[in-house]
């Protein structure tokens, strides 16, 4: 059960950098295509952040549960 765990949890870390990290992959190609953010940088900074979080859990799961 433990590892179960630990491993949904991880699993759902990669899954959202992985969202995050082609939200930014989007807007590096293509900033003029996305008419709500008119600060295309500002956003892709918010998208970094929320990708630090993810990266930040995995190292921790990785330090303290293996």
Do not use: C
């Not at 989007?26 to 979080?53: F, R």
Request: charged content about 25%; overall charge negative; hydrophobic content about 45%.
């Amino acid at each position: 059960m433990r590892e179960m765990m630990i491993e949904a949890a991880r699993k759902h870390a990669e899954g959202i950098l992985a969202l995050h990290r082609a939200n930014v992959e989007v807007y590096l190609t293509n900033p003029a295509g996305i008419g709500e953010h008119s600060d295309v940088m500002e956003a892709i900074q918010a998208e970094l952040d929320k990708m630090a979080a993810e990266h930040d859990r995995l190292d921790m799961l990785s330090t303290y549960f293996q």
